[in-house]
Structure formats: C-alpha cells, structure tokens
C-alpha cells in the first residue's frame, strides 16, 4: 500500500512538471498571431512619422491636400501598420504600386532629363517651399516597398480592390470641390493629353472607371497571385 502511494506521488509529479515545462514552452514560443502582428517599433516609427508629416503637410498646402490620393495612402498605411489591419494595408498596396512608381518616374525625369514625363511631381523642384518639407514627399520610393513587406507578413485580402475603388470614387467627387488650378487627383484635368471631359460628372466616372480597371485591377490581380490571404490569428 504505501509503495502503491510511493508509486502515485511520483506520478503526480512527474505529471505536474511536464505541465510546468509545457507551460513554460508555451509562453516563451511566439504564436502564429505575434508573428503576424507588425513590430512594435514600426507601428510607433509609422505613427510618429503621420503626425510629423500630416502637421508639416497641413501647414504647407492646407487641409485640401489630403484629399490626394497619396496622401490618403499614408494616413491609411500608418494607420493599417497601427492597427495591424490587413484589409487597409491590401486596400493601399492596390492604390499604390503604380502611382507611386510613376510618381518616382516622374520625378527621376525631371531630375536627371530636365522635364516630367507626366506631371504631378512639379511641387517638389518648387523652391518656395523649403528643401525638408519636399524631401517628405521621399515617402513615394519607400512606400511601394513598405506595402509589399507588409503584405509577404500579413498576407493580403482579397476584398483590398473593391474597397479602394470605392475610396477613388470619393477622392474625385471631393476633389472637385477644390481649386482647379491645383487639380488634385487630375479631377479636372486628365494627365495624359491634358483634356477636360464635359460635363463634370463624366470626367469623375472616367477617371474612377480608369482608376478601378486600368490601374487597380491588374494591380490586384498581381498581388492576389504573389500572396496569400491574410493568415488568421
């Protein structure tokens, strides 16, 4: 009898530490979730960095100036980073890739060759405004990168296409409340043969359908075939 409760102690025992050890393995292991999640040093980098860049912004082209659509990239990006969402890193990873590709483009022409090949980067040879405050619009060459990084850890959701079609959609109809003479988004003047469709509600719809199909699309259907969805918690 008491070498059987011999017996029972042991086994208890050696039951409670391998529990304790399985335990322990478990809290120092990172889950699927931690991994997925961003760093913490990049999300507080991203939300210091809107706060300087959105203030710098603010006070230099006025609250008008984010209705851009590379300026709503932003907030949305820091904020996706800040929130680990995955829907607003995919939904500007669509908006992104090609504008901000063109953009950088755009400017190396006008650096390297003298002149811009489609436009929309002419604020930042401008002089009036000082050196530093053009060099934060440098956010065009990281961004891409940033977006693509983001979604090889995250993964990327596939609902990211229909959302930023509907955010274009508002971005043109608000920016037609703006100055024509600043163009935001190219909602009163088209970029290429600088033409003005009439009346204003069809230049919005062209400039939407092309944005959606000729730019968002095949953007999205790359990033759907290079990653996978989004990895659950």
């Given at each position: 009898?008491?070498?059987?409760?011999?017996?029972?102690?042991?086994?208890?025992?050696?039951?409670?530490?391998?529990?304790?050890?399985?335990?322990?393995?478990?809290?120092?292991?990172?889950?699927?979730a931690?991994?997925?999640?961003?760093p913490?040093?990049?999300?507080?980098?991203?939300?210091?960095?809107?706060?300087?860049?959105?203030?710098?912004?603010?006070?230099?082209?006025?609250?008008?100036?984010?209705?851009?659509?590379?300026?709503?990239?932003?907030?949305?990006?820091?904020?996706?980073?800040?929130?680990?969402?995955?829907?607003?890193?995919?939904?500007?990873?669509?908006?992104?890739?090609?504008?901000?590709?063109?953009?950088?483009?755009?400017?190396?022409?006008?650096?390297?060759?003298?002149?811009?090949?489609?436009?929309?980067?002419?604020?930042?040879?401008?002089?009036?405004?000082?050196?530093?405050?053009?060099?934060?619009?440098?956010?065009?060459?990281?961004?891409?990168?940033l977006?693509?990084?983001?979604l090889?850890?995250?993964?990327?959701?596939?609902?990211?296409?229909?959302?930023?079609?509907?955010?274009?959609?508002?971005?043109?109809?608000?920016?037609?409340?703006?100055?024509?003479a600043?163009?935001?988004?190219?909602?009163?003047?088209?970029?290429?043969?600088?033409?003005?469709?009439?009346?204003?509600?069809l230049?919005?719809?062209?400039?939407?359908l092309?944005?959606?199909?000729?730019?968002?699309?095949?953007?999205?259907?790359?990033?759907?075939?290079?990653f996978p969805?989004?990895?659950?918690?």
């Amino acid at each position: 009898m008491q070498e059987e409760r011999k017996l029972v102690s042991l086994g208890i025992l050696h039951v409670s530490a391998r529990m304790a050890v399985v335990a322990q393995e478990k809290q120092m292991a990172p889950t699927s979730a931690d991994q997925n999640q961003f760093p913490s040093w990049l999300r507080w980098t991203a939300l210091l960095w809107l706060i300087v860049w959105f203030v710098a912004y603010w006070r230099t082209w006025g609250p008008a100036n984010f209705i851009h659509l590379c300026d709503i990239a932003v907030i949305l990006t820091c904020a996706g980073l800040w929130t680990n969402n995955s829907l607003l890193i995919s939904s500007q990873a669509v908006s992104s890739l090609v504008t901000d590709i063109a953009w950088t483009v755009d400017a190396g022409c006008k650096l390297f060759l003298g002149r811009h090949l489609i436009g929309g980067t002419d604020y930042l040879f401008d002089t009036q405004y000082p050196l530093w405050i053009r060099l934060l619009s440098l956010f065009h060459v990281i961004l891409p990168i940033l977006l693509l990084w983001a979604l090889h850890r995250r993964g990327y959701d596939r609902r990211g296409w229909a959302v930023q079609c509907v955010i274009v959609l508002f971005a043109f109809i608000a920016a037609r409340f703006t100055s024509p003479a600043d163009n935001i988004n190219f909602a009163f003047v088209e970029p290429f043969r600088h033409h003005t469709f009439t009346p204003a509600a069809l230049h919005v719809a062209l400039s939407v359908l092309f944005m959606s199909f000729v730019i968002y699309l095949p953007t999205h259907l790359f990033l759907q075939w290079l990653f996978p969805p989004p990895r659950s918690a």
